[in-house]
């Protein structure tokens, strides 16, 4: 039985896959080859780059205008700024994936044979010299992780294909294609041989082309999880089709944990007789999230670099971006990290990595939270709003100012505390979400606990700016007419400078919205 894969590329005969040529333009990409042209592949990690070179390997053998052959070059990343051992890193692996792909022992024998002793500056282009020569037939060299060297070995790589490139089609590759999570322009290459650092386009300017491999439409996403009702028989329902769609916008690594997560590891899920709900989907949502798989903990490790904060706490807190550069901007879209919106402009990308990222960035807040009793249960278990609000203030009025430091992003650290608490009160019996924007100027949050839905707008006032009471209002209306409620709260975090201290200057009062909602106003 086939199932939906999240390690590693696709084989059709285990998993459930969309036909990978399928996911780029196929013609486009063919006449670049024509053309002879340089070109990259990029997409963020696992969306099927190395499905689509490799699927583009076989094609282009099984025509047999040409030889192409598949490298994975990522062994030679330990080699760091050694290039005799870099390249000695990328010709072994020349040489095992000839064999292995083509049954061509040329390549393996050229670099025993003496190519060993070849200076590494141009070891490769010597390489690759012999093996175009050796046979009529153009060659197409499809180099993946490139972006995984670093320093002077990856220069090296660089200038090398760069020095064969007027050599092609008869003494070099015809076509050479570079993959990896970045664009080549995004390159910022740090090498002890050089004084400052060298940028990927100069280093590489024969590239004729950047091809970005996408995330799967709203109808590949349907057509997915169609393979596994084709083969089992068990339906998705429309609604949990919606929801998969909607959590992920596609992101190929999530849609497929979803449904495996769902279909295979669930004791409801595998009951093949049953469809797989809404329910089901949004169980499997949590599990990942909650922990923290490979894939979602590799993109919050990304938040420590100071280029990815200096986007993400701004659009977390609501604010406008200011003057980040135009790179940090392409590095996050790279990283598939946020996404141009249309209509709303930058934002995360999806609402899984929306949910992950303020939960990551919290978790050292809530690891830092003293113990504290739930006493905002009622007697049968439910959550009373009352008691909530009069837990908090107290753990506010106690801990909030020691626990403000321990917060990663300072601008967003009354957020992350408040957030480490609200954890502590769902506590894997209720949800938690979270909605934000660039510009927006506030975050909301969204508690659910058993039958209680809680709606929350979070604002900072700052110095100079005017008290965001009636602005917070007017917006809470807003936010909670779309949850279907009449009562929330609005609380208010005053970073300005020369305040009493946070003990002294909590509190809360209710009053009436614009629209006759009835809001408790927490000033902390």
């Keep these: 039985m086939r199932f939906f894969n999240t390690e590693g590329p696709i084989r059709p005969q ?30 963020p990690r696992q969306t099927g ?38 390249m000695a890193a990328m010709c072994s692996a020349l ?44 060659a197409v060299l499809l180099l993946d992780e490139v972006d995984a060297l670093v320093g002077d070995t990856l220069v090296s ?37 050089e004084a400052s650092p060298i940028t990927g386009g100069s280093a590489f300017n024969i590239k004729a082309k950047s091809l970005r491999l996408g995330d799967f439409s709203a109808a590949e996403t349907t057509a997915l999880l169609a393979e596994h009702t084709k083969e089992t028989g068990q339906p998705f329902t429309p609604e949990a089709l919606a929801r998969v769609w909607d959590l992920t916008r596609g992101q190929p690594w999530l849609v497929n944990a979803l449904a495996y997560h769902a279909c295979f590891e669930m004791r409801e899920g595998r009951d093949r007789t049953r469809p797989i709900t809404v329910d089901l989907i949004d169980e499997a949502k949590e599990y990942l999230i909650v922990n923290r798989v ?48 249309p209509g709303r402009g930058l934002t995360i990308a999806n609402p899984i990595y929306r949910e992950v990222l303020p939960r990551v960035l919290a978790y050292t807040p809530q690891a830092s939270l003293p113990q504290i009793s739930p006493t905002w249960l009622d007697p049968d278990g439910t959550l009373n709003p009352l008691r909530l609000l009069d837990a908090f203030l107290a753990f506010w009025r106690r801990h909030g100012q020691p626990l403000l430091g321990s917060a990663p992003y300072h601008e967003i650290a009354p957020h992350l505390v408040l957030m480490a608490f609200l954890h502590r009160v769902v506590n894997g019996d209720g949800t938690l979400e979270r909605e934000y924007a660039i510009g927006a100027g506030r975050m909301d949050l969204c508690l659910r606990y058993g039958p209680l839905t809680l709606g929350m707008e979070l604002k900072v006032w700052r110095d100079g700016a005017p008290d965001p009471l009636a602005e917070g209002l007017e917006q809470l209306d807003g936010y909670l007419a779309g949850l279907g409620l009449d009562t929330g709260w609005l609380v208010i975090f005053d970073r300005r400078s020369g305040q009493p201290p946070i003990a002294e200057r909590t509190g809360s009062r209710e009053v009436t919205s614009p629209a006759g909602r009835r809001i408790e106003v927490v000033r902390a």
């Design 14 to 43: 285990d998993h459930y896959c969309l036909p990978p040529l399928g996911r780029w333009d196929l013609e486009a990409v063919l006449e670049l080859i024509e053309q002879k042209k340089y070109f990259l592949l990029h997409a």
């Design 49 to 86: 780059k190395t499905s689509c070179l490799l699927a583009l390997m076989a094609y282009l053998n099984h025509e047999g205008r040409y030889r192409a052959l598949y490298t994975n070059l990522e062994t030679a990343q330990t080699a760091r700024e050694d290039v005799d051992r870099g």
């Design 95 to 138: 040489g095992r994936s000839a064999r292995l792909y083509l049954q061509d022992g040329r390549l393996a024998d050229w670099y025993r044979d003496g190519g060993a002793q070849v200076p590494a500056d141009e070891r490769l282009l010597r390489l690759l010299e012999s093996w175009a020569a050796a046979d009529p037939r153009p």
């Design 157 to 193: 790589l660089l200038r090398q294909l760069r020095a064969g490139y007027t050599q092609r089609p008869d003494h070099f590759p015809q076509t050479v294609v570079l993959c990896g999570v970045r664009d080549l322009r995004d390159y910022r290459i740090h090498a002890r041989s």
């Design 294 to 341: 490979t894939h979602l903990d590799q993109l919050a490790d990304k938040l420590r670099e100071e280029r990815v904060r200096r986007i993400i706490e701004p659009m977390l807190a609501g604010t406008a971006l200011g003057q980040v550069p135009a790179d940090d901007i392409d590095y996050l879209l790279d990283l598939g990290l946020c996404r141009m919106d």
